[in-house]
């Protein structure tokens, strides 16, 4: 709640911080280590969680939900985390919006045939959006 968020690939900056999210090459949820650009990195939901079906491979978002989503949730709603509520809404979740950017993310087509993920949101449209446009004279993406 209290955190300070740092935009940087400083690996002497990273090295001070709590949690590392989608920069620094390294996944270890001991350290709180959550990037899945190292070439090794293969990671899904049903690789971490067994119990789990989905084989997409994990985008940071991706890891960050599997390792926090129930507690997140159990937070929100007031339920116990492993509690039938919290897992089928983590399920829904994860289904329905996660993996989506997690696909998209890593480069994953949605489909060659039958469809291997549900397109339901232009998220990646809006999180471009956020981007100087290409002929901005302020490319600043720190501004905003």
């Not at 089928?88 to 996660?98: C, M, R």
């Not at 949101?121 to 956020?130: D, E, H, P, Q």
Request: with cysteine; glycine share 8%; charged share 25%.
């Amino acid at each position: 709640q209290d955190a300070e968020v740092v935009r940087t690939r400083d690996p002497q900056r990273l090295a001070q911080c709590d949690v590392v999210v989608d920069v620094g090459g390294e996944y270890d949820p001991s350290r709180h280590r959550y990037d899945h650009h190292q070439r090794s990195f293969t990671q899904s939901m049903r690789s971490l969680r067994p119990d789990k079906p989905w084989a997409t491979k994990l985008s940071s978002a991706g890891l960050v939900y599997c390792h926090f989503g129930s507690q997140i949730l159990a937070g929100l709603l007031g339920q116990p985390e492993d509690g039938p509520v919290v897992t089928a809404l983590y399920d829904k979740l994860y289904e329905n919006f996660v993996e989506e950017i997690d696909a998209i993310d890593n480069g994953i087509a949605q489909a060659e045939g039958e469809p291997r993920y549900a397109l339901t949101t232009t998220l990646s449209a809006r999180v471009g959006r956020l981007n100087p446009r290409w002929n901005d004279p302020d490319q600043d993406t720190e501004v905003g």
